[in-house]
């Protein structure tokens, strides 16, 4: 299994595009979002991947409403806290929800603190992809997990 984790897209058309683009060349499964993708528009762009999406809404994302009815439309799931296979995506860092969390899946995908991180507990991996948008710290960063391994990867 091959799967995309991004996080904290915040709207920039941007970001999501030049990633889309540099996805078009890669084979994996679906991708995860750990929140603040923040618009209906943003989120659509996703559709051109032709992949299942899991989304957790972030802090940020205002339209929650027209967020899950473009998500129902196109099969994809969303929620506050998501399951997808091998893990769970949750927008917040909560250590008390993350450890929680990490009982229940191999991998814990958070987003939030636009930094990106990998930490190796007992029985789970904590993702933190760090941000798309490149906002806070000038990087554009998003992962790919394979068969169990991280890459942190730069646009």
Same mark, same amino acid.
């Given at each position: 299994?091959?799967?995309?984790v991004v996080?904290?897209?915040h709207d920039n058309?941007?970001a999501?595009?030049?990633?889309? /683009?540099?996805?078009?060349?890669e *084979?994996? @499964?679906? #991708?995860?979002?750990? =929140?603040? $993708? &923040?618009?209906p528009?943003a989120? !659509?762009?996703?559709?051109k ?17 027209m967020l899950?009815?473009?998500? /129902?439309?196109?099969?994809?799931? *969303?929620? @506050?806290? #998501?399951?997808f296979? =091998?893990? $769970? &995506?949750?927008?917040?860092t909560? !250590?008390s929800?993350?450890?929680i ?12 603190t ?6 190796k ?8 992809p ?26």
């Amino acid at each position: 299994m091959r799967f995309v984790v991004v996080s904290d897209s915040h709207d920039n058309i941007f970001a999501i595009r030049e990633l889309l /683009e540099y996805l078009k060349n890669e *084979i994996f @499964d679906f #991708v995860v979002h750990a =929140g603040d $993708i &923040v618009s209906p528009f943003a989120l !659509q762009e996703f559709k051109k991947l032709n992949k299942k999406l899991y989304v957790a809404f972030g802090n940020n994302d205002g339209e929650r409403k027209m967020l899950t009815k473009i998500c /129902e439309d196109y099969g994809w799931s *969303i929620g @506050d806290i #998501v399951e997808f296979p =091998g893990g $769970i &995506v949750y927008h917040g860092t909560d !250590q008390s929800v993350l450890n929680i969390l990490c009982r229940i899946g191999i991998f814990v995908i958070c987003g939030h603190t636009h930094k990106a991180k990998i930490e190796k507990r007992e029985n789970c991996t904590v993702i933190n992809p760090g941000e798309l948008c490149g906002y806070l710290t000038g990087r554009k960063t998003f992962a790919i997990v394979e068969e169990g391994e991280v890459s942190l990867l730069d646009l």
